[in-house]
């Protein structure tokens, strides 16, 4: 199982927005409604930002989201804060195992 | 609160095993499944299977296929991953993480456990 395509990297200013695309193929992404987000900070534990495409977790601020259209999912950061500088991982169910994106670090710059 | 605490790092030769232990506390243990990830230093996130804590039945990643092995000690709310044959690769913090419903929807996850394979 191939691992998902995310952008190595992405950065924006305070208050701006960013997308981080995750694609990958009708036997993931594109096949189960089952898309997951992870942020993690250097050194500490990978945190659930968003599961289900487009769910969050009790907790989670509303600036971060989740779509999906075919094989690409998307998680979008709005109003980018400087607590936000993290590595982004994606997450898909293949039908019978998951497969992780290789990290996309966001910069706020 | 939900917690999963993990055993302590380990330094283990090439060629050996390794048992790594996840005991939670918080909420009944059988009813959600449990998953091992594992993250190789300055790599990203791998999933290496998942245990169902109800029945025992397991399901692992075709790369760790006849290496890994998963179990539960369910009198004790604890479960185990053991990978076998180390390699240098094999390098990395493993972490148990809980699933709250289908789809790794992980928000509770281990400490994470170093473990170093070196001769």
């Known amino acids: 199982q191939s691992a998902l395509t995310q952008p190595r990297s992405v950065s924006g200013s305070p208050g701006q927005s960013v997308t981080i695309s995750c694609t990958g193929t009708?036997?993931?992404?594109?096949?189960?409604?089952?898309v997951s987000w992870y942020q993690q900070h250097p050194g500490k534990v990978p945190k659930l930002m968003v599961y289900?495409?487009?769910e969050r977790p009790s907790g989670v601020p509303d600036r971060f989201s989740g779509s999906k259209s075919g094989n690409t999912a998307s998680l979008t950061i709005s109003g980018l804060q400087a607590e936000d500088d993290a590595d982004y991982y994606c997450?898909?169910?293949?039908?019978?195992?998951?497969?992780f994106g290789a990290g996309t670090k966001v910069t706020v710059l | 609160q939900v917690q999963l605490v993990q055993s302590g790092a380990e330094v283990k030769e090439p060629g050996a095993s390794v048992k790594v232990s996840c005991s939670a506390s918080?909420?009944?243990?059988?009813?959600?499944?449990i998953h091992w990830l594992r993250q190789a230093p300055g790599q990203g996130l791998e999933w290496m299977g998942w245990?169902?804590?109800?029945?025992?039945?397991?399901n692992y990643a075709q790369k760790f296929r006849g290496r890994v092995t998963m179990t539960l000690h369910t009198s004790i709310s604890t479960a185990y991953m053991e990978l076998t044959r180390l390699i240098s690769d094999d390098t990395a913090v493993y972490y148990c993480?809980?699933?709250?419903?289908?789809?790794?929807?992980?928000?509770?996850w281990g400490q994470g456990t170093l473990v170093t394979v070196s001769a």
């Open positions: 993480a809980r699933e709250s419903s289908p789809g790794l929807n992980a928000a509770y």
């Open positions: 918080g909420y009944t243990f059988t009813d959600y499944s």
């Open positions: 245990i169902f804590t109800s029945s025992g039945g397991t």
């Open positions: 009708s036997s993931d992404v594109g096949g189960y409604n089952y």
């Open positions: 289900d495409v487009s």
């Open positions: 997450c898909s169910y293949t039908g019978s195992s998951y497969v």
